[in-house]
């Protein structure tokens, strides 16, 4: 299985290199065939040179420049009209995300899951050096959305996910120009019937440059798309599930060869039959 690694990124010189090597590096160890796009949004500093420098001595790298506004979340739509791999990951330039952890989700989307989402907050994850102020958001944000979905999940509104190609064509139409894409690509994704496997991951804050997120910006964007999906959900009478025919159902056994534990930290979705959930 092929994975591509799509990496949105805005004036980021002082994080994209690392960032890229020490992608490209677990995944080499991990022996796990990959393409890594940069999407470039209108940075006013080095990093789409530094990124085509890279490139230049590994074609499994490339800087594509995004065609629309700015905006993460169309930076992450042009890089998932653009990938090649049977599945897909998102992973922020700024290195905070655990290279490590692709492995996992690849691991994941090997064995049958449509996708793989991680949780710093269950048991074996972590985030370091998050602001307190931000973490209290995020963790009423993500109790607001679990008790509103009843899925269990905690930490949705984290963007590094990965996807198979087939999820990120289900969910179509993105409508998500900002970091409420966050958001929409996995409760379309849950709601729709996908099946999805939720590993413990390691996060840690930015170590140069600035976050682009500002909560006060942001605020109504993502109850829009907690409201847009929570309709779905809810109104649409299963119009767009996946039927029972195409769903996969998997179990992990604990100590299986090449497998996972089957623990707190790991939880699967496994859908039971059509129709809303």
């Known amino acids: 299985m092929k994975l591509s690694v799509v990496v949105p990124a805005h004036d980021e010189a002082g994080s994209i290199e690392s960032t890229l090597l020490a992608i490209g590096a677990a995944l080499d160890r991990a022996g796990i065939e990959h393409e890594i796009l940069v999407v470039d949004d209108g940075s006013g500093d080095a990093t789409a040179a530094l990124v085509e420098g890279i490139a230049d001595r590994d074609p499994r790298i490339a800087c594509l ?3 629309y506004e700015h905006g993460f979340g169309l930076t992450v739509r042009a890089g998932l009209g653009r990938f090649t791999g049977d599945a897909v990951a998102i992973v922020m330039a700024d290195g905070s995300d655990d290279p490590a952890d692709l492995v996992t989700y690849h691991r994941l989307l090997e064995a049958g899951y449509d996708c793989a989402f991680g949780s710093r907050f269950a048991r074996g994850g972590g985030a370091s050096g998050y602001p307190l102020a931000k973490l209290l958001v995020n963790r009423l944000a993500n109790t ?14 984290n963007a590094f996910k990965a996807y198979r190609r087939e999820v990120i064509e289900s969910v179509q139409p993105l409508l998500s120009k900002h970091f409420n894409l966050t958001v929409e690509l996995p409760l379309k994704a849950i709601i729709r019937g996908h099946s999805y496997a939720v590993p413990p991951i390691s996060w840690r804050d930015r ?7 500002a909560f006060q ?13 929570f309709l779905e959900h809810h109104l649409s009478r299963g119009d767009y599930r996946r039927r029972a025919a195409d769903r996969s159902r998997h179990r992990w056994r604990a100590g299986a060869p090449g497998r996972l534990r089957d623990d707190e930290a790991l939880v699967a979705n496994r859908p039971q039959g059509p129709g809303p959930a």
Do not use: C, Q
């Open 207 to 213: 170590t140069s440059g600035t976050s682009k997120f």
């Open 144 to 157: 607001i959305i679990r008790l509103l979905f009843g899925h269990g999940y905690n930490d949705t509104t």
């Open 217 to 229: 910006e942001m605020g109504s964007r993502y109850v829009f798309i907690v409201l847009y999906a």
């Open 65 to 67: 420049t995004s065609p």
